[in-house]
């Protein structure tokens, strides 16, 4: 098997294609890069230069042209030679008489001092010269009548034994990621992608810039064409997978798979990364990787030092997780696939361990605001409407079956799909999730310890806890979805008056601990959100909410009102149970309240 930085570069022939040539914003080329190829090239050639007066091998010629490039001149080779005294002892000993086309190209003995020389050049795939039949995309494979015609004619011998290649040998395609796949014609045919054979059951995409073909005894080099990483490109290849293979996909997900780099790529077990890192946590380092079948996965890699039982317990909860949501059919909780290591039989005091994550989602719920996706006015009501059934539905199931999530936050939500058709979430991030206390307990407050500042319940880190917690974040997330701007919350308690064995939590976490919420809220009811009616965006700009059900609605309040309410401080008193039996009832800006009343319903 050939390394494809071994393979000789199909860009850097004796004659390139000029620009303007055909295959200038090719996707991909092809080219030959074995004599025999070389040969059955030049014989194609010789095959279309023949002239005919049938209209139909005309239109059958001009179609073949639409998907090769051709010297202008022959090239000297030195394996052609060999080719040619191969071929020319197979026909003198075949009994079997050879049609006109093929017997214009048949080798003739020559000096063995003379040079060869052939047409040389390359096929090519291109979005703007589509296959005669789209959605099944590029047939390769000999020539046997002209009433069935390949897109790419590898060669006019049928039967050849030398050639070894079928009518049918294979077939390219777009695929949905945007690279080329590779699909074997039939079982008996043999198409191999540098060394393995392809069977025609299953689709090969092509992840690396780089990759050798054979087909029978004819060996190509695939690669990337300058085309495929030209500015513009990624939108025309989203128009040609919408309109011509009816394929609805985003420019973000097409944003994972770019053309692979002609420097070359990184592979982690069965996993090729396509991207650099696209997140960064305190967890470790995310990278999106594609396997040979076009599986997207996200991949976290974390290193492991000497105390490996955290990384151990992590490993255990998301394989638990992966086990319920497989049990399940749950696809909007992420599932780990499997663990990767660079040691394996933990003699060292340090490792990299990657966890493949299923979904790599191709934005999260940040990215959909940031970049308005969610539209505006009632359009972005529903999208916020959708958004939220989907993360109370997959927040239901954790519940159900005894998990919390314990950071539901923007960034944590992925967007599995969202297209006209569908849209789907997928909760990321359950690397700290954590088994439900039993039914009337809660689980010890950890200030400090785990969560992300804004969108942390006040009782993770003040009071016990358990699964309602998920209350706030999901009421900041509606508020910050419907408000459309990040949601601000001021803390004004001292950092000494929070029970916590470290008091340098506060200033690790610049702000101060949020110790001036009210009491947890009442638990959401999933009903709610199918019947509730939501606030329109006017609406939502109330300056007084205390009177939500019954003030006038100020159509002309601006967002500078929001934003100034917004920064209004929270004045009320922190209160314990040994200051007073009941808590006064909180002074909030009008945002926080919204956020409040929302959540409740």
């Not at 093929?102 to 090519?124: A, K, L, M, N």
């Not at 069965?270 to 380092?285: A, K, P």
């Not at 979904?359 to 958004?387: D, W």
């Not at 500042?453 to 974040?473: F, K, S």
Request: aromatic share 6%.
């Amino acid at each position: 098997m050939m390394d494809s930085d071994e393979i000789p570069s199909s860009q850097g022939t004796v004659e390139a294609p000029p620009p303007g040539s055909s295959s200038e914003n090719a996707t991909a080329i092809l080219t030959p890069s074995n004599d025999e190829a070389r040969w059955a090239f030049k014989e194609v050639v010789d095959w279309l230069q023949e002239q005919t007066i049938d209209p139909i091998e005309i239109a059958c010629k001009e179609h073949t042209r639409k998907c090769m490039w051709i010297s202008s001149k022959l090239q000297p080779d030195p394996g052609a030679r060999r080719v040619a005294r191969k071929l020319l002892e197979s026909f003198s000993s075949s009994s079997s008489s050879i049609s006109s086309a093929q017997g214009s190209s048949s080798p003739h003995r020559q000096d063995d001092e003379t040079p060869y020389e052939i047409w040389t050049g390359h096929y090519f795939l291109s979005i703007d010269e589509s296959p005669r039949m789209p959605r099944k995309g590029w047939t390769v494979g000999s020539l046997r009548d002209i009433s069935n015609l390949n897109d790419i004619v590898l060669t006019i011998h049928t039967k050849h034994k030398m050639y070894q290649v079928r009518q049918r040998q294979a077939t390219f395609q777009i695929h949905h990621t945007g690279l080329v796949c590779l699909r074997s014609g039939s079982e008996r045919a043999t198409t191999r992608i540098n060394g393995s054979q392809v069977s025609a059951r299953d689709v090969c995409v092509l992840k690396e810039n780089a990759v050798e073909l054979t087909f029978g005894a004819l060996c190509y080099r695939l690669e990337y064409a300058r085309g495929s990483r030209a500015e513009g490109y990624t939108a025309r290849l989203q128009h040609y997978l919408s309109d011509t293979l009816d394929s609805q996909v985003s420019q973000s997900t097409l944003a994972l798979t770019p053309t692979p780099s002609e420097q070359g790529s990184i592979t982690i077990g069965q996993w090729t990364l396509t991207t650099g890192t696209i997140g960064v946590g305190g967890s470790g380092r995310v990278s999106v990787g594609m396997n040979r079948a076009g599986k997207l996965v996200a991949l976290k890699r974390i290193h492991v030092g000497k105390d490996r039982e955290y990384a151990q317990q992590r490993r255990t909860r998301l394989e638990s997780l992966a086990a319920l949501c497989a049990r399940y059919d749950e696809e909007r909780i992420l599932r780990l696939v499997e663990v990767i290591t660079d040691e394996v039989r933990a003699t060292n005091n340090h490792a990299d361990w990657w966890f493949v994550l299923d979904p790599a989602a191709e934005s999260t719920l940040v990215s959909l605001h940031v970049e308005k996706r969610l539209g505006e006015g009632n359009e972005r009501t529903l999208n916020t409407r959708t958004v939220l059934i989907e993360i109370l539905e997959a927040t239901q199931f954790l519940h159900k079956h005894g998990w919390i999530h314990g950071d539901i936050k923007p960034p944590n939500v992925g967007i599995r799909n969202w297209s006209s058709q569908t849209r789907s979430i997928v909760l990321l991030d359950l690397d700290d999730a954590q088994k439900s206390p039993p039914p009337g307990q809660t689980l010890p407050a950890r200030p400090g310890t785990d969560g992300t500042i804004g969108w942390l319940a006040p009782e993770r880190e003040l009071d016990g806890y358990n699964e309602t917690d998920v209350q706030y974040g999901l009421g900041i997330v509606d508020a910050e979805e419907n408000l459309s701007q990040p949601f601000i919350i001021q803390r004004l308690q001292p950092p000494g008056s929070i029970s916590s064995p470290d008091s340098s939590v506060a200033s690790a976490r610049k702000y101060d601990p949020p110790t001036n919420f009210p009491p947890p809220l009442s638990r959401l009811q999933f009903e709610a959100l199918h019947n509730a009616p939501f606030t329109s965006d006017r609406a939502l700009k109330r300056r007084n909410v205390d009177d939500y059900s019954d003030a006038p609605e100020d159509l002309n309040a601006n967002a500078e009102e929001v934003d100034e309410g917004k920064e209004e401080a929270i004045t009320a008193s922190c209160y314990t149970e040994s200051q007073c039996s009941s808590p006064p009832k909180p002074i909030l800006t009008p945002p926080y309240r919204l956020h409040m009343l929302r959540a409740k319903f």
